[in-house]
């Protein structure tokens, strides 16, 4: 579950929550990555990053953030 991950100061419409939501349980699903992992949390910064920058596209979060060889860490520290 993404709200997890969420930083206290971020706002996410209901919706958008929801569809982030989603995404980030179906990568955890398809990469087998366990919720409360330090691969979730950069997995949830990443989709955090990509839907402030303006990606509201569940198709298209799940193409930039679950691609096998995305490396979830680049950038997490």
């Given at each position: 579950?993404?709200?997890?991950?969420?930083?206290?100061?971020?706002?996410?419409?209901?919706?958008g929550l929801?569809?982030?939501g989603?995404?980030?349980?179906e990568?955890?699903?398809?990469r087998?990555?366990?919720?409360?992992?330090?691969a979730a949390?950069?997995?949830?910064?990443?989709?955090?990053s990509?839907?402030?920058?303006?990606?509201h596209?569940?198709?298209?979060?799940?193409?930039?953030?679950?691609?096998?060889?995305?490396?979830?860490?680049?950038?997490?520290k």
């Open positions: 579950m993404i709200h997890r991950h969420l930083p206290k100061e971020s706002f996410i419409d209901p919706a929801s569809m982030l989603h995404a980030f349980d990568i955890c699903r398809q087998q990555i366990e919720a409360e992992s330090e949390f950069a997995l949830a910064k990443q989709l955090l990509l839907y402030h920058e303006g990606i596209d569940r198709a298209k979060l799940l193409t930039m953030a679950g691609h096998p060889g995305q490396d979830l860490f680049a950038g997490a």
